[in-house]
């Protein structure tokens, strides 16, 4: 296999867009959600995130990276301010709209209306959740980590309420995301959805292959 | 859409197995990488990992999630002292190897040769990269991050090298994962193949949408 090789130089040497794009690819397919969010007057905001990451079930944590871009910052200071959002999965029907709430909307605009995605508030969660959205979190604030190599944050919420659709679920807690059409994102811009090449058994080390009697 | 809704009390009371799977494959399709590391003594180490996150591009970061497990012990441990370690992408082609490097193998076994994948050195690299895999980065340890809340980490890494297939990249720095059979995760162990829905355009205010003239 022919390659292309970059050191860290050469990386740098890269136009800044191109870099950032390319590199947001080779990291391979990422979670795509929805964050949603309310702030103290109402007005209630939605973002895409595509890292979003499990930190740990019991008790039940997830995380993202934040980025201090516009629509991150809108995101993040409401989170701060109030302690609440909530987390939504992005299906093959709504990835369109999901990707428009990346545009830098005003602090007073509700992504929610702009974009046509439904806000639905349950057993009294502060934060509007996504009605479209097969799989729902609501979280509460738990930690912020800031990154120091590039002025990032690790965003960690512990998991409150979550919701999802009835008879989805198998007997050992197996979900099939493609079967809900839950999408993926490559980079920051391209969407996929995905068929199950198989489900592994739970790996173990075949005493047959070891090195010790 | 008729619903099941699990707060945190019913979240904890799951059965562990369950909540474990369930939660992991709702928070959606996560990257396959494996993590190659080699520790003083020369023995090499491969682990797969669906937590790797993008950081930033410039200069150029990714993070990944570790779970003190036995298996992301021995990752950590190398990396922790010797400062190296690659990350690698995992195909169709080789997802079920990289699903065997989840099992407890003892540290002083390399899992290249136990799996079957093909450990290689590259540019006076300290730690291998694996042969079949087409995206290869070369890491160094910059940051780590003990999370509070359960005692995982955050472990952050600068890009040092890159390796990639010659004319993979368009020239907006798009790489086609699923085109390269770039595999995702549901879960723990289940693995996706996926199709391109559509690549979007750079999500814009549209003026007429705006509430301020």
Redesign the interface.
Known sequence: ????????AA??NLP??????????????????LIGTKNSEGVSNLAIFN?????????????F?L?PTTVERHTFNNIEATGFYT?N?VT?AI??KA????????AD?SEFE?VGLKSIHK?DFFAPYVAES??Q?GLQL??V?P????G?Y?V?G?????????D??ED???????QHN???I??L??????????????????TT????P
Not at 99 to 106: G, I, L, R
Not at 209 to 212: D, K, L, Y
Request: contains cysteine; proline residues 4%; glycine residues 6%.
């Open positions: 296999m022919s390659q292309l090789h970059y050191d860290l990386i740098q800044r867009r191109y870099r950032g794009t390319l590199l947001n690819y080779l990291s391979g397919f990422k979670t795509a959600n890292s979003v990451v499990h930190i740990g079930a019991n008790p039940p944590y997830l995380g990276i980025r987390i999965a093959k990835y369109e990707h428009q709430t990346s545009a830098k909307y005003q605009q702009t057993d097969p799989i979190w738990e930690e980590h990154i120091k190599c590039n990032t690790l960690i512990k998991v409150l309420q979550l919701y999802l659709p009835k989805s679920v050992d807690g197996h979900f099939d995301l493609s839950i999408v993926s490559g980079g811009d391209t969407y996929y959805t995905s068929e199950k090449l198989a489900q592994l058994p739970y790996a173990k080390v075949n292959e070891t090195s010790t």
